[in-house]
């Protein structure tokens, strides 16, 4: 009995019911609000970017090639330069010369066409060139998307970035200098940024700062456009190095150390007729084919005064950026020369990095004596950057931007494209300055999503 009584106090055993699942109401527009704020919004849509934007503009660079007839500008005499270099030995800058005219590149420029002339057979096999520029443009598209990915940027800056038909041009029918430079200026970005974060150890900074200054110094090597990030990168190196002096001057020596490297049978052979003539500032722009200044006459664009002007607005505005970026810069500095080989604690994160690091580039833009059309190239890529920092909203952001591409994509250069040009920069420089918050641009609080 007791048993019994033991067995009525148990309770009895449960029976599971299985529940009948219960579809969801249908809401297409729900659902096109959801795919549209993750294709737009939802940073893990990059998972999805980094895959699809390279194979998408695969197939538009294999019809621009198949379809649109190569146009011959620079390359040809790149390879009449590299003829003379490699087959006549010429290693005196001053006497190599093409169709458009004499070398003004740096040696990095005529390793890398050397390995074009041999690609291409010199000018008999340009197509071979062009898919080799197809593969350069599509490594650079995505190194700028794991740059927007490292930043948060929101995905639709990543997909706008892909609509521009002057840039397509430059890389796969016109095979310009630029798009090298491009590539090892964003790789210098992006290992900036990288080393700039929090969880990313003093050893690690340090090899990620060395390597910046390689792939700067390379870029620099190339094209002297790269010198315009010259103010952030050394600003970049300090900050990342802790404020260090000592690995700051190492960074500086390793990037002049490239310089003299890869220009080593020029500057044994003709020192002096090299530096002049690869890194010559005095050069001549042709007034007919800046896109910038053609709302100025001839007369006011090649006056020297106006060409001071632009270099004090360019030191002015890059030196602006820099102090209210970093505030605290000069004291670091100050403390710094007292104790050069000492790292000091920095509260530093990627944000202001990248931020100094385009702004003062694009303000070098903005204020280039002469923009010619491969130009483009220098600073299309900073572009979703800029409007990120500059809290463009996203629906006007496609406006700017196409309007800008249409001022690139005007030929032959002419005064209303200028203009509008002009414009266009100048307010988003200027929108960039207005919103500085301390040393961390602030987030870009205009990707309102739908509601």
Request: one cysteine or more; charged letters at 15%.
């Amino acid at each position: 009995m007791a048993e019994n009584a033991g067995n009525q106090g148990e309770p009895e055993p449960q029976v599971k019911t299985q529940t009948e699942f219960v579809r969801p109401p249908i809401d297409l527009w729900r659902d096109i609000k959801n795919a549209f704020n993750f294709l737009l919004f939802d940073p893990r849509c990059y998972a999805l970017l980094i895959p699809m934007i390279p194979l998408c503009e695969s197939v538009m660079l294999k019809a621009i090639i198949r379809f649109v007839p190569y146009t011959e500008i620079d390359y040809q005499a790149y390879m009449e330069q590299i003829e003379m270099i490699t087959v006549r030995d010429q290693l005196d800058y001053s006497k190599i010369k093409g169709s458009t005219g004499p070398l003004v590149y740096p040696a990095g420029h005529v390793w890398l066409y050397r390995l074009m002339y041999w690609l291409t057979d010199g000018m008999n096999n340009v197509k071979e060139g062009q898919a080799f520029f197809s593969f350069l443009y599509l490594l650079t598209m995505v190194s700028q998307v794991v740059l927007y990915q490292q930043l948060s940027l929101p995905p639709w800056c990543a997909i706008l970035a892909c609509f521009s038909k002057r840039l397509h041009s430059i890389y796969v029918l016109r095979l310009f200098n630029d798009c090298f430079t491009t590539l090892y200026i964003i790789w210098t970005v992006l290992l900036l940024v990288i080393a700039a974060k929090q969880t990313v150890s003093k050893r690690a900074k340090k090899l990620l700062a060395f390597a910046a200054a390689i792939t700067y110094s390379i870029a620099v090597s190339i094209k002297m456009n790269a010198l315009l990030y010259l103010p952030a990168v050394t600003v970049s190196l300090y900050l990342v190095n802790g404020a260090n002096l000592a690995l700051t001057a190492i960074n500086v020596l390793t990037i002049l150390a490239w310089q003299i490297l890869v220009a080593l049978p020029f500057l044994r052979s003709h020192p002096y007729d090299y530096l002049q003539c690869a890194f010559n500032f005095r050069r001549e722009f042709m007034y007919k084919w800046s896109v910038n200044w053609q709302f100025l006459d001839e007369d006011g664009f090649q006056n020297p005064w106006f060409h001071r002007m632009l270099l004090l607005s360019q030191f002015v505005s890059i030196l602006t950026i820099i102090l209210i970026t970093f505030p605290a810069l000069p004291a670091m500095l100050l403390r710094s020369l007292r104790r050069p080989a000492t790292t000091f604690p920095t509260l530093l994160s990627e944000s202001p990095i990248a931020f100094v690091l385009v702004a003062t580039n694009f303000a070098g833009v903005l204020f280039s004596r002469s923009l010619h059309y491969q130009f483009l190239s220098w600073y299309h890529w900073t572009i979703p950057c800029l409007f990120h920092y500059a809290r463009i909203p996203w629906l006007l952001a496609p406006a700017w931007y196409f309007a800008h591409e249409w001022c690139w994509n005007s030929f032959p250069p002419n005064s209303a494209a200028s203009a509008l040009l002009f414009t266009l920069n100048a307010s988003l420089l200027l929108s960039l300055v207005c919103h500085i918050n301390s040393t961390t641009p602030p987030p870009h609080s205009a990707n309102k999503k739908l509601q």
